[in-house]
């Protein structure tokens, strides 16, 4: 199936009205308010900032940009819009795990008392399937930083998120052999 009929199957099987596959015309309407930039990595700088400057609202899933160039020019595009009323912002969805919110109020209550140290490992393996399809995020040219951009952001969110506190330093291994620590 095509993309164009992929979203036309979604769009019939989840009662939507309408869906389009052309993102320039999706931002260019004014009944659309706000963009949720939930393509593949290397398209998300140039969505983002072109609907902030069309006066919408944006809400840009992970990697937010596959350059330095591009982060700084979404972050001037989301100051810029953010004088003007609009709002910008990452879609980090593991913050609404129940067991997030425990930790947090542990760590908030001081009942694990200071934390100085984070160890995380994102615990998923869906990917290292050999019969998984070769999907964008597994592709160097449209993913960008990779899995460090994708999921090891979720994994530096949660830890301010949850201990309150801003990241310092970090110590990493990466190999085929290991898993990778941050």
Known sequence: MSPRELVASAAA?????????DWRALIA?????????????????EIAIAALAAGKHVLCEKPLANSVAEARDMVAAAASARDRGQRSMAGFNYRRVPAVTLMRQMVASGRLGAIRHVRAVYL?????DPAFPLVW?????QAGSGALGDI???????????TGQQITGVSALT??????FL
């Not at 099987?13 to 596959?21: N, Q, S």
């Not at 995020?137 to 040219?141: D, K, N, S, T, Y």
């Not at 190999?175 to 990778?180: E, F, N, T």
């Open 29 to 45: 309407r004014d009944d659309i308010d706000l963009v949720d930039v939930c393509t593949p990595g290397d398209s998300h700088a």
């Open 13 to 21: 099987r989840l009662g939507w009205a309408e869906a389009t596959t």
């Open 137 to 141: 995020r597994l592709q160097r040219e």
């Open 175 to 180: 190999s085929a052999s290991r898993r990778s």
């Open 152 to 162: 090891g952001s979720h994994i530096v969110d949660l830890t301010q998120y949850v």
């Open 124 to 128: 998923q393996d869906w990917i290292v």
